[in-house]
């Protein structure tokens, strides 16, 4: 199921273009409904001090993974399909299979809607991932006012989409749009990041990890970004790769 999914089924992403006017507009307003807005390492290094004040265990785990990333990318059609893309693939499939699409220039939604069906599978997408992507270009989301949407809105007009499940969503608000109090519980990293970090016997479910980040409001996207960085050192100890 696509909530299993964990961090090393989605690439590294980068601080994209779009992210300006927009969110400098929803800070300086303090939009409750948008909340606070993920924009520098200086965001990432506030709510990790928030957290380390809040949580002993955070700051304990915070001296083992150093400064936290800021991970933005850019919002919009593109990031979505990526993410269809992505699912139950190895990230090396993954990246291969955008690569194609980016060099056929089938990254936007008209492109994917006047695409044939071999055009696309040349690429190396699977019937089901063609018609979610097709389905997205047809939903007529328009993804510049999902900036300043509240992010429960973000998330569900998101899930409407047939190919976008809550984990999905819950990234995009995160690392696409900023989202400072965003966290997926689904997250199969998260939870063993957090059954580690809070000596559990077993992984929490998502609703019991759910239910535990809300202590670390209003910064649980960096709660969801320490967690991620705690779970590669944990594993690099095991010697997982």
Known sequence: METQRSLDTHKAVTHGPHIGKTRQFCNELGMSDVGRIIETPACVAEGATFLAEVEPRFARALELTGPLPLRLRKDGYAALLDAIVSQQVSVAAADAIWGRLKAAGLTGPRKIMWASDDALRACGMSRQKIRYARELAASGIRFPTLRAAPTDEVIETLIEVPGIGRWTA?????????????????DLALQEAARIIFEMEERPTEKALRDQSE??????????????????????REGIR
């Open 170 to 186: 819950e990234i995009y608000a995160m690392f696409s749009l900023g989202r400072a109090d965003v966290f997926a519980p689904g």
């Open 215 to 236: 202590a670390w409001s209003p910064w649980r996207g960096v709660a969801a970004r320490l967690l991620w960085a705690y779970y590669r050192v944990a594993k690099e």
